[in-house]
């Protein structure tokens, strides 16, 4: 599988349709309007299954999690949410008690125009923390959001979950049965906040295949574990985010083991993409790295020492500057190892090809590797590897730059 | 005790003197010249004192520790250390077989220049990691060095080790007793990499009076973690982070179990407002926030909170736009905490005096708060108070702004 969404690959058997031409998985229809929250941009959206579906769905672990979260997660059925209301521009965080009370009525309204119980409607935020919901433009937004519904309304509605996202984020990817074709549909809104243990992502997978909930939950759980939690724009985990999966069986087509498998493999990729777009539009971002640390004596160890450089903000100035600083790279990693009395602190590092440190010495690079290097700097995807040499685990970190641009986006107003 | 160093207040019985104006305790000398390792500044210094002295010194924890780290933490007395060799404008870190030899050589040309053992003379350096040190004029820079040293020649040694530093960070300090004057001398270099534990920093801390080896390492090790264990810069820990203190008894005062309180108590205010003096000049620093944490259930849970405010680039982001953005400061600490469902994360913030949330609850600021708070954010000295209201343990962390200044040091080139 490659790198980023513009060179996302198809797996074998799926066809890939490119951003802006992803319809909706069958069986679902979608809307995203403006209520008015922001001054211009759609601002709402509702995404619904037509059908009874399984769902899976993934929270923020802060313990400053907000209104929508909390709603859901305590009094939503999460294993049969049929449809979720979502907003951006306000995050109904740190709202207090008016703030439970705003998440509950946009569920109970978007439930009642849907004809669905409040138990099977999700409901979600991102934007601003810690200004009320301004309900007064909401509630008829719900109302004539969900008038607008449509099959063909994806687009709309992934427009309308995003804050200062620059790209676009949706993917949809076919699986080819031997009993007809079935859909996933991926629906992201990312930049800022990004970090694992997820993103201020809110990300939803729609599929019309049908998988029975446990089975769901845990192809769910295996795509969101290897992409938005290995991935990080500023180590900041958000108050809101959000992974939430529906499965609704419309597709007619039956999903025997092999499909399984396809399909888990098409979501954990589709994931993926989406992940990495999500850091090639980090706030700011110029470069998108792919880390790869290896050498550990353990899984934790190596996830320790990946996430340290993925958010050391020297390493990410220095990916800024195009300056092979494996320094800095080496430095954040040490942070977080023991200082063995036994063994000396000696790592390789290479970006891209270009061996820069091995065995803890500076390799001395000849002009081709110089010049090499100077391409490997120049291209918008980076790979780094460090290889620890202190055991066999590894664990691979996306990350991206820190710019002028990110001071510039989270200094000059609220986002 | 003040905030910063430019209000520094004296502790009672103490004098202090200000930035510029600091001369050494009895018994010291120093030097500081340019050896050719940057282009113009002075890059190597020595201190000595001429008797035998008592020291203390604390190392970075960091598993990528520098090679003079190494060969000082390895194979010197550091509880009777006598001098100290510094470079700047190379850190002699991640320099291999031949850096470690590099920085026995420079510790053997200074030892043989003072006619001191080797096991009496540490050596440190800072600056840029991965390049060899240019022993070509670093080895006759030591001797050239060596016979300039001089009694007034502190404020050329605080010169020569510093790095990207704006300021000045020197501090003496004296403490009247019976039988006479004993003082404290202080130099630092800061900015950039500056966190817990400890900073790149390198502090030198010079006391004339006569202290047991043991008790002043214990009133070092406190000073050191009410200090320079509490600021944070951008959340990285140096390679070659080091605070050496000397106590060499020259001043012939007799240091009774007052005068220890009360030169225990000078000791840690001088590192405390040098830590500060570090965080004010931290790389791009506007702003230095104290930040006080409390309602933790335990140190342990209050520290975590604390450095993750601290080390928010979205909160940092914020303070450097002038925007009292609590939502971040509570999300940043959020993500260290537990999500309990027992009870909800409901926290005060306020910024300087005027309270922002209350049990989770945003305040709604009348005009005359709304007003103090714009003041609060228009000087350079921000206080952020934190009440997780989970309990009794408070810790204190100070930290600067992440600002475009931060961006352009670390991206534009190697430091």
Request: net charge negative; aromatic share 4%.
């Amino acid at each position: 599988m490659d790198f980023t969404i513009s060179r996302f690959a198809p797996l074998p058997g799926h066809a890939a349709t490119g951003p802006g031409s992803v319809g909706l998985p069958a069986g679902y229809r979608a809307a995203g309007i403006h209520a008015g929250i922001k001054r211009r941009r759609r601002d709402l959206g509702i995404l619904v299954s037509d059908v009874p579906s399984v769902s899976a769905v993934f929270f923020t672990t802060n313990a400053a999690a907000a209104a929508p979260v909390l709603v859901t997660r305590e009094s939503c059925d999460c294993t049969a949410l049929q449809a979720v209301v979502v907003n951006s521009g306000n995050a109904n965080a740190s709202t207090g008690k008016t703030g439970y009370a705003d998440a509950e009525r946009m569920r109970a309204l978007a439930a009642s125009e849907l004809a669905l119980p409040i138990e099977n409607v999700a409901v979600s935020s991102t934007g601003v923390i810690g200004s009320p919901l301004p309900m007064d433009v909401i509630e008829p937004g719900i109302a004539r959001c969900a008038r607008t519904l449509a099959e063909d309304g994806g687009e709309k509605f992934a427009e309308a979950i995003r804050t200062t996202d620059r790209s676009d984020k949706q993917l949809g990817l076919t699986v080819a049965t031997k009993t007809g074709d079935v859909h996933i549909g991926f629906a992201s809104k990312g930049a800022g906040m990004i970090s694992p243990k997820m993103a201020t992502t809110l990300t939803f997978v729609t599929t019309d295949a049908a998988v029975p909930a446990g089975l769901w939950h845990e192809m769910m759980a295996m795509g969101v574990r290897e992409s938005f939690n290995r991935i990080t724009v500023d180590g900041q985990e958000s108050t809101n985010d959000m992974v939430l999966g529906f499965a609704n069986g419309a597709s007619r087509a039956r999903v025997g083991d092999v499909e399984t498998e396809l399909l888990a493999q098409a979501l954990q990729a589709g994931l993926l993409a989406l992940a990495l777009a999500v850091v090639a539009d980090g706030e700011g971002a110029t470069v998108t790295v792919r880390l790869r640390v290896a050498g550990a004596r353990d899984a934790g160890e190596a996830e320790r020492a990946g996430r340290a450089v993925a958010n050391s903000p020297l390493v990410k100035a220095a990916v800024y500057g195009r300056d092979a600083n494996w320094g800095r790279v080496i430095s954040a990693a040490g942070m977080t190892l023991p200082q063995d009395a036994a063994g000396r602190f000696a790592p390789d590092v290479s970006y891209g090809d270009v061996l820069l440190l091995r065995d803890g010495d500076p390799v001395e690079l000849v002009p081709a590797q110089a010049e090499r290097l100077e391409a490997v700097l120049a291209d918008a995807e980076l790979d780094i590897a460090l290889d620890l040499h202190r055991g066999d685990a590894t664990a691979a970190v996306y990350f991206s730059d820190l710019s002028h641009d990110y001071v510039r986006l989270n200094a000059g107003r609220r986002t």
